[in-house]
């Protein structure tokens, strides 16, 4: 396996973006050792609050989020996932697999030895965050899911297929340009070019393009076996789970309901609908969000 780094100077001076990375090895099936790297702010005496970005987004997309909770007296920890934003990129689409981002994160996840977690997820930040909950539900105390769900190939909707289709055609993968348009405020230059940070040029981006391809909509791809046993786990989850969708995401429209049918840990909860979000909320409604995930961990502690 061929793994890139991003030059730290990529990432000096972002906007809004003053936080250091707590880096993390973990060992891929191959043998090579990859470093993943995360936020980690507030008061480390505190039960973590754990943010998990998605396609094609890093930690960058929290910085508003972050600053506003640990403001608020919390611990937050937001990691790169593998591929993204600081943490290491290998070079070939066929060294990504859902099951070994799954596995990568649960090595972080044990290395950083997180309990009593609050979880905030969002796009592939479920994917990958829901299978961790279903693997460790006794290090989780809670979860909030915005924007999100855990496919088993049951089939997707036009949104999600036209986006797949874009990704996987698109000659320069244009990962700000992404972000602006599943967002429904007007981004920066300066933000947009946060997004792109990680990517000095193209071979940084196989884990981004090859995300997509990943989802498990059909039954007959790979991960569908697994997450269908991870909603097992799911469906006997009671600990509070609460559903802050957006009203402006045609990708993931709905999920919010089969959710909390599904899962015992949403009944009784105060789900919330995000307005004026887009797919990447967090650029949208940052403080909303915060407050949203402030309120919940209070009135469940």
Not at 121 to 132: A, E, M, S, T, V
Not at 156 to 161: I, L, R, V, Y
Not at 237 to 245: C, E, G, I, M, R
């Amino acid at each position: 396996m061929r793994v890139l780094r991003t030059p730290d100077e990529r990432f000096a001076n972002l906007s809004d973006f003053p936080y250091a990375a707590h880096y993390t090895d973990v060992r891929d099936s191959s043998g090579a050792t990859l470093r993943i790297a995360a936020v980690d702010e507030g008061p480390r005496n505190k039960a973590p609050v754990l943010l998990m970005h998605g396609e094609p987004s890093w930690s960058f997309l929290y910085r508003k989020i972050i600053a506003r909770l640990v403001a608020n007296g919390h611990r937050v920890v937001a990691p790169d996932l593998v591929g993204f934003g600081r943490s290491d990129k290998p070079t070939e689409r066929e060294d990504y697999t859902y099951e070994k981002h799954v596995k990568w994160m649960s090595d972080w996840l044990v290395a950083n030895d997180l309990r009593d977690i609050t979880l905030f997820c969002q796009d592939w930040g479920g994917l990958i965050g829901l299978r961790l909950v279903a693997a460790f539900p006794e290090r989780f105390a809670r979860v909030v899911a915005a924007n999100t769900f855990l496919p088993a190939g049951s089939g997707s909707n036009p949104a999600f297929e036209s986006w797949r289709n874009f990704s996987q055609t698109v000659p320069v993968f244009p990962t700000g340009g992404i972000i602006k348009g599943g967002s429904v405020r007007e981004l920066s230059q300066a933000e947009m070019d946060a997004y792109e940070a990680p990517y000095p040029d193209e071979t940084y981006k196989a884990g981004a393009r090859q995300f997509p391809a990943l989802v498990p909509v059909a039954p007959d791809m790979p991960s569908v076996n697994e997450n269908k046993e991870a909603w097992k786990k799911l469906e006997a989850f009671d600990k509070p789970f609460l559903t802050a969708f957006s009203d402006k995401d045609p990708i993931t429209n709905g999920a919010d309901k089969r959710l909390q049918e599904r899962i015992p840990g949403c009944k009784g909860q105060k789900h919330t609908t995000i307005i004026g979000g887009g797919h990447f909320l967090q650029e949208d409604k940052p403080d909303e969000i915060a407050d949203v995930i402030d309120a919940f961990v209070k009135a469940t502690a």
